[in-house]
Each structure stands twice: as structure tokens, then as C-alpha cells.
């Protein structure tokens, strides 16, 4: 058995997963069931930073992962994005960087800066 | 003149103005200190916003632009840069601005929504000397975030609320080491997915019944002393255990920020910090409505964007139909529970559910909220997993409420069912 709490939605249910049978209970809805069994094969994060842009108005553009990746990526992913140099305009969802230190993911841009 | 005026252009002021727009006022104007729209949810660049509004976990930034494209694509009238002086009970508002100069602005009806700020070093009064390095978690979220600045390297947070637990992960990500995240109450006060997400994802560990009794340093935090506390929290003396670090950040509770509501001569509740409001969140002083952190400190901002849409509307309706008659239940609280928003309703509200929003002063597994009349009680609501960090919402149907002639109270309380 291992407990964990659920990170899909603020609510925070308490879980508990058997790691032989991944019966999952303490979840209220089926993204519980779903985190649960990702949490003890290969847990996933949304990662959220922020890149240097080159604004008249910013120094730094919030940005994120597209889609959760795995947190054994997380030191990696922060040092590439460290080197990253962003050049306003961005909107919302611009993709920042494609491939995400080999997770598959795109980087985001999270804050538009018009100029 | 002004139909309705907004005061803070924050998720609050955004949703407020927004919901009037829809219910047809238009002679809108928000008024919004800062250069841009959208208030401190532009330096929350984490995710985990909307998820009850939008369906999805938004960051702040990205939650902040939803309303304010929402915003654009209406006439209503923005002042970024405008810092709100005063603000009086006829509904007039006295501003600053660098283009404008000083302004007087006159509104049909007005709403409060400036948010809260961080309570401060001076409000726990921690002793020892006053070097650099104390930072409020906020201040060196918007000094990394925003400014792009490093706060520190070796980093003790007192305090469990969310915006620490936050900084706690931001500060790990960007390479600092945070030894230790103290809280002085035998519980945090933040979400549970947050504990899990920022401190148990890099081993941080959580101290309970622990605080800090002493900064060191003379130009810098050089390092900080953490005791055990008793049931009273009071230090325990040979519990001392010395942190050797370059930055503390206090994470120590949120105030709403009502000195323009005080101006206006509205009174404020102990418990909440923000005005008494009835159940349309309008306040005491006719036509001016108080919604979000302002009025009480919310721990979701989908939950601000639901209030401040129903101030909204609430002050549309005044602005088109004049004041409803206040006669009016009293809203008490006992039993665990520490407050209730709002703290009056009216016998006609003319609406059918109204929402009534909660704390509880423990962690309980669960629980009942009653709500009762002198007379008998009126509603339960069967709860789970109740704590102090989570607000709680139930919506009490108005055909409930006691028929004239009986009391003019009602009491909510918390009646456990399993600790």
C-alpha cells in the first residue's frame, strides 16, 4: 500500500494505491485512479519557470510545460530553459522551446508581452 | 458620472465588472494601481488555476488573461497607474494618476475589490536583529518571478501557507536549498496538494509546532533559531535547533486591504478582516458591494471569480432596481466554525440559493454544517476531509429561511462525525 495525496484539482484526496493489484481507493473521480497508478510507475509535473525576454516593458516571461513530464527531467529542464533567450512579442501558448530536453513537450509561453 | 466604478483591476475587479457588463450596465470604470491589469496573479506563474472555472489548470498569468480578454472585448473603461485614495459613502472616489493628476469620480454604485497583502515580521514580532534577508514569500515571488531576481541560497520559510509552500518549490527549482518549512500550528494552513507538490516532491521538511524565536545577522541572515511550541504555543525551552542560512521568508497570513473601506466608514468583521456584507455582497453603506480578497481571504481564485461575478451582478441589479428592503437575518457561528461570508441575509433577497461561504478552526475527517434558527434547525450539510485552509461552501435554498414573525438569527455550526 502506499498513500499519496491527489494533484489533478485543488481538492487534494487522500490515496492510497496496492502496488500489486494498482486497486486504487480515496479517489472521488477517475483522474484519482489515473494519477494514482502514474504516481507509482513514473510520476509526472507540470513544470513552471520563467526565461529571460528581451522586452521594453519585462525582464522575464512566465512559461510551462504544455503537458506534465517526468520529474526525474525537472533539474534538466530548468537548466536548458536558463540558457533560453525569448524575443517579445509572445502571446499566450507560444511555443518557446519544441522538445523539451527530449520529454516530448513543448514550453509555453503563459504571459503575452506585446512589445 | 460613473454607473458602476471597480476599485482593483485583480481577478476580483476583472469578474466584477465583467458580470455588469453582461447584465447591461455600461458606464464602467476600473481603477487599477499597478501598470497592468490582472493583480498578483501575474507574478503566480505556477499552475493550478481554473481548474473549476475553465476545466483545466491554468498559471496565473494565463488565468488573469481569460478575463482580461474577456474585459477588452467590452467598452468598459480601464486606469492602470491609478492609486485610489479615498472613497466616501455617497460613492465618490478621489484618485492619483500621472496623467490625470488628482480625480474625483462619481459612481451609481461601487466595488471594492483591492485584495489582500502579507502580514509582515512586525506582525509576529519575531525578536532578534534586523539584517537583509527577511523577505514575505510574496515580495520574493515578485522579486524571482517578476524582476527575475534570486532571493537567497540557503532558505528557512516560516509559515505553511500556500504562497511559502510555493516559494519553497520555485526557490528549489532555481537552485537554492530550503532547509526547512516551520509552522507554528500543529497543522498547515495550506492545500494538501501543495504540501505534497512543493515539499514532500524535494523532501523539504515541514516543522509543526515549530517557530522561529530568533533571526541572526548583522548586514544578512546569517542564520535563524527554530523552538518547539506547546498547545499554547509558547517556545519550548531546550528545543533550540539553529538553522545556518542567508534568507527567511515569512509566509504568515494574508490581510485583506481595507483602509478605503474604513474611509468609507463601512465597519469591518473581526473574523474576516472585510466588511459585513449581505448576501449580494453588499456592504452596510448602500451601493457599494465588496467581493474576493478583500472581503475574506479565499484560498482559490476560481472561488474570488465566482464572488466578485455575483457582486457584479448584484450591484447591475442595484444600479437598475435601487436597494432591496434590509430587513435581514443575522448570520452567528459557533462550534468550529469561524466565520461565515456573508454575515447578513435578507428575508427577500429575491434569489432562490443563496451561497453561503465558510471556515472551520480544525482539521476534521467528518463533519456537519448545520444551520439552524433559535427555533430549530433548518439545513445540514454532510462534509469531508474539513480544515482550516479550505474554505467551504453551502448553498442554503431561500425557501428555508424561517417564515416572519420568528427570530432574527441564524447560527451555523460544525457538528463532528468522525475526527
Not at chain 2, 520574493?140 to 510555493?166: C, E, H, P, T, W
Amino acid at each position: 500500500m502506499r498513500n499519496m495525496t491527489c494533484l489533478e484539482c485543488p481538492m487534494g484526496c487522500q490515496l492510497s494505491i496496492d502496488e500489486q493489484t494498482l486497486e486504487v481507493t480515496g479517489n472521488n473521480c477517475p483522474k484519482g485512479e489515473a494519477f494514482a497508478r502514474a504516481e507509482i510507475t513514473n510520476p509526472v509535473r507540470i513544470l513552471t519557470t520563467t526565461a529571460v525576454i528581451e522586452s521594453e516593458t519585462e525582464s522575464m516571461l512566465p512559461v510551462r510545460t504544455k503537458d506534465p513530464i517526468p520529474k526525474g527531467s525537472m533539474d534538466a529542464a530548468m537548466k536548458a530553459i536558463k540558457n533560453v533567450r525569448v524575443k517579445a512579442p509572445v502571446e499566450v501558448g507560444d511555443i518557446i522551446v519544441e522538445d523539451l530536453v527530449g520529454t516530448g513537450v513543448p514550453l509555453i509561453a503563459t504571459k503575452r508581452v506585446l512589445k | 458620472m460613473y454607473d458602476l466604478i471597480v476599485i482593483g483591476g485583480g481577478p476580483a475587479g476583472l469578474a466584477a465588472a465583467h458580470a455588469a457588463w453582461e447584465k447591461g450596465v455600461r458606464k464602467i470604470l476600473i481603477l487599477e494601481r499597478d501598470r497592468e491589469l490582472g493583480g498578483i496573479l501575474n507574478q503566480c506563474i505556477h499552475n493550478g488555476f481554473g481548474v473549476k472555472t475553465f476545466g483545466e489548470a491554468l498559471s496565473g498569468p494565463e488565468y488573469a488573461a481569460r478575463f482580461e480578454e474577456l474585459v477588452e472585448k467590452t467598452g468598459i473603461e480601464v486606469k492602470t497607474d491609478t492609486m485610489v485614495l479615498d472613497v466616501d459613502p455617497d460613492r465618490n472616489v478621489y484618485a492619483v494618476n500621472p496623467t490625470d493628476g488628482y480625480v474625483t469620480y462619481s459612481a451609481k454604485a461601487v466595488v471594492l475589490a483591492m485584495g489582500c497583502r502579507e502580514r509582515t515580521r512586525g506582525a509576529i514580532s519575531i525578536p532578534g536583529s534586523r539584517p537583509a534577508g527577511v523577505f514575505s514569500a510574496g515580495t520574493a515571488q515578485r522579486y524571482m518571478n517578476i524582476d527575475g531576481f534570486m532571493v537567497g541560497k540557503r532558505v528557512v520559510i516560516l509559515g505553511s501557507g500556500d504562497i511559502g509552500l510555493i516559494m519553497a518549490r520555485r526557490l528549489t527549482l532555481e537552485g537554492a536549498k530550503v532547509l526547512a518549512c516551520v509552522e507554528i500550528m500543529p497543522v498547515s494552513s495550506g492545500l494538501r496538494a501543495n504540501i505534497a507538490r512543493c515539499l514532500e516532491d524535494f523532501g523539504i521538511p515541514l516543522l509543526l509546532s515549530h517557530t522561529v524565536t530568533e533571526i541572526r545577522g548583522d548586514r544578512r541572515v546569517t542564520g535563524v533559531t527554530v523552538q518547539e511550541v506547546d498547545d499554547k504555543m509558547a517556545p519550548i525551552p531546550g528545543t533550540e535547533q539553529y538553522f545556518d542560512c542567508d534568507t527567511l521568508l515569512l509566509s504568515v497570513g494574508l490581510l485583506p486591504e481595507n483602509e478605503l473601506t474604513k474611509k468609507a466608514g463601512i465597519d469591518l468583521d473581526p473574523r474576516t478582516r472585510g466588511a459585513y456584507v449581505f448576501e449580494n455582497r453588499e456592504t452596510e453603506t448602500e451601493g457599494i458591494f465588496a467581493c474576493g480578497n478583500v472581503l475574506h481571504v479565499h484560498d482559490l481564485v476560481d472561488y474570488v471569480s465566482e464572488e466578485a461575478k455575483f457582486a457584479g451582478e448584484a450591484a447591475a441589479e442595484y444600479i437598475a432596481n435601487g436597494e432591496r428592503p434590509r430587513e435581514s437575518f443575522s448570520v452567528t457561528t459557533s462550534g468550529g466554525v469561524t466565520y461565515t461570508v456573508p454575515q447578513k441575509i435578507r428575508k427577500d433577497s429575491g434569489m432562490k440559493l443563496i451561497n453561503v461561504y465558510l471556515r472551520v478552526n480544525r482539521k476534521v475527517k467528518k463533519g456537519d454544517i448545520v444551520i439552524a434558527s433559535p427555533e430549530k434547525e433548518i439545513a445540514r450539510y454532510h462534509k469531508q476531509n474539513l480544515a482550516p485552509g479550505e474554505m467551504i461552501t453551502v448553498g442554503l435554498p431561500s425557501v428555508l429561511l424561517p417564515a416572519d414573525g420568528g427570530s432574527d438569527t441564524l447560527n451555523v455550526s460544525l457538528e463532528v462525525t468522525e475526527a
